[in-house]
């Protein structure tokens, strides 16, 4: 940013320019966020509705109700150079994760960490970008809160399936439509979701509407996904 | 080298410019390069009597589809041609060997005549499996002259890989593969000459590839046709209407029957692989004692590497069991970006798979003691010299990533961290291929197979590790059936899932006398309540491997499910084999 100085403007005057170029380096870096935290991950454009920040690191999202939620949450980071390890998910689809987008190459699968579950969630948050959590690891409330907080310390972000107490963010399916089959023909083609939003920083739920699975036959004349958010609930 | 001059000429004009064969023979004009030629003759046959261990004078022929590809010295003078039919070669020699076509085993078995003529000049190119290309300038000079360097090499190849060759010198490709043929020295500035008269049929020995060679054979029949029988009548045709009238490949024999060279000679570096062993005196089982084993065998392939200044893109772990057996499995190494602890890696992997195996958690021949263990570096390429990304090293967030694995590796074992990979296959199952972080693996099955039957897009977000009973019932409650000519008994109506025997719910709803659960027996699946189908596709036939013991004949469904409260229900992909249901994967 360039500001020029005259050197008969007077001291309030500098300052106030020295304050407006530092409150626009702010807004370009991403305002409101803590010092702490470096920038977000990205997120692909079907699910960008549901967390307008972005993939904030340091948080854990609980995703309850679909695995390829979880999966699209993922997937644009990873396909940018993001580590993904998923943990306790013996079925989890990497046909599917593949073509969400995730780069396999950055992919690491522990199907079954077993009574030792705690250490190697803390190992991967330490050094992976995306943990995604299966439903049934052998973890307490209280190794949860420590993992959420290493991963605050980390920068990694944790994508829960399942409760976790003390999530930063909540996302319940609550109607999940597949178009595309009839009687005997067809195949599965269009899946909508509609996913309530919970966050601790915000009041009540949100929402939105996720077109998952956009089929590019039916879909060719509307370029993209469609995001709609459908209703603020108080 | 008067040869040159020409061909830097032709280079300038505004003609030769123009397209070459695709592929390796890229364009642009090459100063032509003296090279000695090293021809073995009929090299597969050669390559399948070493292995058939057969001696040298008897009859044998190499059988490709309906014709022989090569035939051995024996074998033609009793009257048998490349091209026969395997019947007309019995008639003609009763006793000879039909041997199996196999271009890896050609290409392995050159190796060796390969290394042999490295021995006497560094750096020789392997054009194809039986002819090599050496330039000669140098070495001509090292060796006195370029009748003692033909000899050496004849020596060398006789010597230490056992098997005749011929060698040939000129200037340019296709003069030096002719000449190696008739053993001949061509002095330097006389291949145009040397070309001239021989016919056009020579064309195809300076291809290389089987598909440039097949082009360049439709070429030469459509020469003879025209009556161009000779390489001077060819090369006599003005550059322009050669190129407008035969394309590219004209182009390029007609530069090659000039002698020219389309381009420099690639030559070969090889470094060999480094192998330690260690063999044990007493046969030994316990993990303790591989453990100590493992870290010296490591640290002295270390010390190999060290000292050979290389260093090792994959590493083979060899295990000889006391019954014979060989566990063996290949491991990526990424020791450029983390000098000085390549033995400690290796001593992990190596106690990891001797763990596994041991403890028979692996899949591998039965455990037995081990009686010797081989460490082989491969992929070995000098110091200094390994690929690196395009962008730069390994980033600080890949190798932080690696290292969290490995300790994660190191937690659980080595098989519970897994790398996946996608590969062909017809069910989402079979479409992934899981090797444990780290090691290396060829995928099974190619991708851009065909696969009929393939379950379409989108995939699964979760697929069942191994099946499970399902129950799809019709509107009356009775099982729906297929029968072998994918007709339904009935459309489907209802399906029941099974639920988590530990889920208090499904259990009460189970004891409950309404379920009919009274004195049943609690081992046994738990279900859950039937769901109504919302919609459903299929029967899609999925027939595989027939001629095999594992065939597999299924009949898959597409169902989305309704809820009981009418808003809608999951997808599943549910699959029937054997008069039974079951639950493939869930779209979730």
Known sequence: MITETTPDASREERLSRARAALAGVSTRVGAGREEWERPALPLAQEVAGLLPEGLRRGQVIAVSGATSLMLALAARASAEGSWVAALGMPTVGVVAAARRGIDLSRLALVPHPGAQAPAAVGACVDGMDVVLLGERLALSDADRRRLGSRARERGGVIIAAGDWTGAHVRLDVERAAWTGLGAGDGRLRERELVVAVTGRRQGGARRVRVLLDADPGLRWSRPGARIDVDEEVA | ?588
Do not use: N
Not at chain 2, 139 to 149: I, N, T
Not at chain 2, 178 to 183: C, D, H, I, P, Y
């Open chain 2, 1 to 588: 080298m008067s040869e040159t001059a020409p061909a830097r000429k032709a280079g300038t004009g505004p003609v030769v410019t123009g397209p070459v064969v695709a592929g390796p023979v890229a364009a642009g004009p090459v100063a032509t390069t003296r090279r000695a030629v090293l021809w073995v003759p009929d090299w597969p046959v050669v390559a399948a009597m070493g292995e058939a261990s057969l001696r040298a004078d008897a009859p044998a022929a190499v059988l490709h589809g309906r014709g022989l590809v090569a035939v051995s010295a024996a074998a033609r003078a009793a009257g048998v041609r490349r091209g026969m039919r395997r019947r007309l070669a019995q008639r003609a020699c009763p006793e000879i060997a039909i041997l199996a076509h196999d271009e890896g085993r050609d290409a392995r078995a050159f190796e060796a005549v390969a290394a042999a003529a490295e021995d006497v000049v560094s750096g020789v190119e392997v054009s194809r499996p039986g002819l090599l290309m050496i330039p000669a300038d140098g070495a001509a000079r090292f060796h006195g002259s370029e009748e003692a360097l033909a000899e050496a090499l004849v020596t060398a190849v006789a010597e230490l890989a056992g098997c005749e060759s011929s060698v040939g010198m000129a200037d340019g490709l296709l003069a030096a593969v002719l000449a190696a043929r008739g053993s001949a020295l061509v002095p330097p500035g006389e291949s145009a000459a040397f070309l001239a008269d021989a016919p056009v049929d020579v064309l195809p020995l300076a291809a290389m590839e089987r598909r440039q060679r097949e082009q360049v054979e439709d070429l030469v029949s459509v020469l003879t046709r025209l009556g161009l029988r000779t390489l001077a009548e060819y090369t006599a045709l003005p550059v322009g209407d050669v190129l407008a009238r035969f394309g590219p490949v004209g182009m390029w024999a007609h530069r090659v029957g000039r002698g020219e060279d389309v381009r420099p000679p690639v030559l070969r570096r090889s470094e060999e692989d480094i192998a330690v062993g260690y063999a044990f005196e007493e046969p030994a089982e316990r993990v303790e004692q591989l453990a100590l084993v493992a870290a010296h065998v490591a640290g002295l392939l270390d010390e190999a590497l060290l000292e050979a200044g290389v260093r090792c893109g994959r590493v083979r772990i060899a295990a000889t069991t006391e019954r014979g057996d060989t566990l063996e499995r290949v491991w990526r190494t990424d020791v450029g970006s983390r000098a000085g602890a390549f033995a400690r890696h290796m001593t992990d992997r190596v106690r990891w798979q001797l763990e596994g195996w041991l403890s028979g958690t692996a899949a591998g021949p039965e455990r037995a003691p081990l009686t010797s263990l081989e460490l082989t570096a491969e992929d070995v390429v000098a110091l200094g010299s390994e690929q690196a990304y395009l962008w730069g090293g390994v980033s600080g967030a890949d190798s932080r990533a690696q290292r969290t694995l490995e300790r994660v590796q190191s937690l659980l074992g080595a098989d519970a961290v897994l790398a996946v990979r996608e590969q062909g296959g017809r069910s989402p199952r079979d479409r992934v291929l899981a090797l444990p972080w780290g090691q290396e693996a060829p995928a099974a099955r190619r991708i851009e197979h065909p696969w009929p039957g393939q379950i379409p897009e989108p995939a699964p977000a979760t697929v069942l590790a191994v099946p499970e009973p399902l129950e799809v019932l019709d509107a009356g409650g009775a099982p729906v059936l297929i029968d072998r000519r994918l007709g339904m008994s009935a459309p489907p109506t209802w399906v029941r899932m099974q639920v988590d025997p530990q889920d208090e719910r499904a259990a009460a709803a189970r004891r409950h006398p309404s379920s009919g659960g009274v004195g049943r027996r609690d081992d046994g699946p738990a279900w859950g309540l039937p769901q109504p189908v919302e919609a459903w596709a299929g029967p899609w036939p999925v027939v595989e491997r027939w001629w095999s013991e594992d065939a597999s004949r299924r009949a898959c469904l597409q169902v989305a499910l309704r809820r009981a409260d009418g808003s809608p229900g999951p997808a599943l992909l549910a699959s029937f084999t054997g008069g039974r249901w079951v639950l493939e994967a869930v779209y979730d």
